[in-house]
């Protein structure tokens, strides 16, 4: 018997950050676009907990408890006093350390995978509050689709999406750290006064109508100045994107995953080829959007 999980990859169209807090995270006004590229979090009864992981980025993910997968089954199971035995298998199309919540897609697609493995039905509330303690992205790995993210990014008002966006991801050579990029965004806005982060009305305005070229005129990333600092060869990364027609780039995230938006789906294909031949990725590769949060895909069966 097992379960799998599909979890899809996210992309910040606005990304609004506060001051630091006391707490050592910062305020967000963080709009979340859920785009077609996914994680599968299957999950099998074992004799204790394992993570493994396959796909071209696995070596790069830990296979230990800092994995959120492996954390999101602790949590449950603690709720529910039973033992995490289980084995979670990853396979990982979500760039590793990119700036698209991959790490947050396996903590969500681990967590609804065990509740439907353990049969523990845990009610859609507590699994976004287990969700919100793994970390800020986790609970819309979970809701997917589109929302506003508040606080530090977990607390989320699911936002109407009225077409279909067409991205291409330029998956970079290396990782960033978010939390070094958050610490660089604190040290370039030193002594400068901070404004409250807000979401932006003419972006939520094209998300809903499906106007990409408005979405493309409205988004923003307000750490895209410290993950180019840490990062300077992004740089010719979006240039050559929006050489190539993107009508927009930007810093996915925290980075180093760089996000075109094409007016179509052949417009798309034309950008991921000029990037893959300009030399200033790794990969380039096409995704639509908005997509489903984390979906059962292979309910529990016998062997
Ligand atoms: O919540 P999560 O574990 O994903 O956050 C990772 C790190 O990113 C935090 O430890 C913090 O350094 C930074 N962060 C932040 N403000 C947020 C979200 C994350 O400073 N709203």
Redesign the pocket.
Same mark, same amino acid.
């Given at each position: 018997m097992s379960v799998t999980v599909r979890v899809p990859a996210k992309v910040n169209v606005q990304l609004a950050v506060g001051g630091?807090r006391p707490d $050592?995270?910062?305020?967000?006004a963080n709009v979340f676009l859920a785009v077609g590229l996914y994680d599968e979090i299957t999950v099998t009864p074992a004799d204790a907990l394992r993570v493994t992981c396959s796909g071209p980025d696995a070596a790069q993910v830990p296979l230990d408890v800092t994995n959120l997968a492996a954390r999101a089954a602790l949590a449950l199971a603690g709720r529910h006093g039973l033992e995490p035995a289980v084995h979670i298998h990853i396979a990982k199309d979500i760039p590793v350390a990119g700036g698209m919540a991959g790490g947050?897609a396996d903590g969500a697609g681990a967590l609804v995978a065990c509740d439907a493995l353990w049969g523990t039905r845990t009610s859609r509330e507590e699994l976004l509050e287990i969700c919100a303690e793994l $970390?800020?992205?986790v609970p819309f790995s979970l809701v997917g689709g589109a929302a506003l993210g508040t606080g530090? $990014?977990e607390k989320l008002t699911v936002l109407e999406v009225g077409g279909t966006f067409h991205w291409v991801f330029a998956m970079a050579d290396g990782g960033l750290s978010?939390?070094a990029v958050?610490r660089e965004f604190d040290r370039l806005g030193e002594g400068a006064r901070i404004p409250e982060p807000v979401a932006s009305r003419d972006l939520l305005e094209a998300l809903a109508k499906g106007d990409t070229g408005a979405l493309a005129a409205a988004v923003s990333n307000d750490l895209e100045p410290a993950a180019l600092s840490l990062f300077p060869e992004l740089a010719q990364t979006l240039a050559a994107g929006r050489a190539a027609g993107a009508l927009t780039a930007l810093v996915s995230g925290s980075g180093p995953t760089t996000a075109f938006l094409a007016r179509d789906a052949s417009g798309a294909e034309r950008i991921a080829e000029a990037l893959r031949a300009s030399g200033t990725c790794k990969s380039a590769r096409v995704a639509p959007s908005p997509a489903p949060g984390a979906t059962v895909v292979h309910p529990g069966h016998r062997d």
């Open positions: 630091a $050592g995270f910062h305020d967000l947050s $970390g800020s992205d530090r $990014g978010t939390p958050f």
